[in-house]
């Protein structure tokens, strides 16, 4: 045995430090090396930064995407409701339509208090996702509350104990110790990592590889475990980050209520300075008004697409002007055509409007043997409808001899009789002008 | 000449005189450490003197953990400057660890030193064991080591 001396350590002096600096190895022993720290040897799964005063999971999760969606939605939220409330306050400042709805009703009476009211809207949300922000990286860089590790000296004092009450094989059985807290009865587990019995409440964290006092869960969003020494950071970031997330979604949801409500009381911006005129278009009546866009009857299209498009190669159109028949027009010697100009004129002295377009029934038409005049509608008639007289293009059927002979002796039992054809198609149904004519004169003369 | 010994041939030969003093979880997770007088140390402090340490210690860390007007204007405040002024200023129960590290050093240089023993920080140990090193071939003279890590 070697001769040797303790030395006598002074426990003053090993004390001049804090509680926590790096051990000093035993019997004075100078050690010629740096003094390390704790961390460098912590045998957990952590990473340290900041020599050891910030601390979190070596598998940092989605900490990163945590912060970006956080900041993304934030920022995007302070740029676009500020430039929003700028407009706002612009606006408000204008005198604008009245419109049914109690903002707009404030915005225009209370001048003053949007004004200063808006101005809270970026603080709070600045001050709500300061917030945010401090306590997520506090819940993600502080300790969780971990339990060091046995020390050799210690786990060989607990072995002891154990194997003096318990068997004596080389691999026991899980080892549990019940305890009575508050005349409960609980089993503290014993942790083979740490080798030590678990306090009550303590659970191991096999990502992180500790015993977290307190443990409630580890979290990736946060990157750290959530224990008893951050737990008040996370519940403090959680809440925060609810106030924050209604605030904006409350903003944006104000916003775009604002919107739709100016647009559909078809507010306009510009400003009639004096005027204080109501909405012409308004049904007096929030919820109507919103119901009348939203849920009324959905009109069809009017540009027919898939309608077939006539033989010719001139479209109809809709005109005042009468269309001649051009088989009729082609004929010179054909007394039942006219310039439309003078059908328009004997349309103006015409008084008394008479269908006389009925099938199946002689039509006469009577013309001056001058001037002829013939109703000529400008709508082709369905080919089953019966033409007789001169109605021209009434079948469009060439074939289709208007003024047999025989219409020659009803038409001397005639009288003056303007005739007036009315076109049944569907599509001239409101959207065709009616054209009549007036034939002062008595006289029949065959159509071709 | 004087030699110093290794780490591992002191901890080798005292590994069984070492006295750990367990928590006491009977009153929930509180810090509080049992009261009962380890067999070890019969012959090697006064058995009053030593439950009275404890319990002082016991005083100590309950004063450390207690919920009153204090802690709760201080959590407050810390959570409405989003725990910012932990930067700025110590806790509560950092402040009693300080006045706990006092006590166990007056106690040392009084009471256990003299015996032999030395009481270690609990905080050292994770607030676990009290531990009490003890060393059989010295008896009476001082401590020849600190239960460190």
Redesign the interface.
Known sequence: MKNCEYQQIDPRALRTSTTRTPSTLPCGRKSSQRLRRKWEIFPGNNRFYCDGRIMSARQCGVLPLTIVLIVITSGLFFTFEDISIALLDMKSCQSERVASTWSWFIIRNCPFLVRHLTIFIPVIGGVLFVFVIFTLLQTSFTDPGILPRALPDEAVDIERQIDNSGSSTYRPPPRTKEILINDQVVKLKYCFTCKMFRPPRTSHCSMCDNCVERFDHHCPWVGNCVGKRNYRFFYAFIVSLSFLTSFIFGCVITHLTLLFCTLQIKGSWSSKRGEDSGNPYTYNNIFTNCCVVLCGPMPPSLIDRRGFLPPDDAPQTVTSDAELPPFVAKNDTNMCTQGTKEIIESMAHSTVIQSTCTPGTPKTAPVTQESLLSTVSIMVSPPSKPSSGCSGRQARRPTDMPCPQRGNKRAALHTHKPVLHLPNSPYSLGHSPLIFSDAPDMGFIPLN | ?????S?QD??QAA?AS?V?VQ?D?????ICKFQTKFPAELESRIDKQQFEETMQTLNNLYAEAEKLGGRSYLE?CLA?LT???IFLCMETHYEKV?KKI?KYI?EQ??KIF?PLGL?LT?P????L??V?FPTSKH?AG??????D??
């Open positions: 000449m004087a030699e110093t010994h780490l002191l901890r590994v070492k750990f928590r979880y009977t009153s929930g997770t959590g959570c989003a725990y910012t660890l590290a050093q040392n240089e030193a030395l920080d905080i050292e140990r994770g676990r064991v531990s010295h003279r001082s401590v020849p080591w600190l460190c890590h």
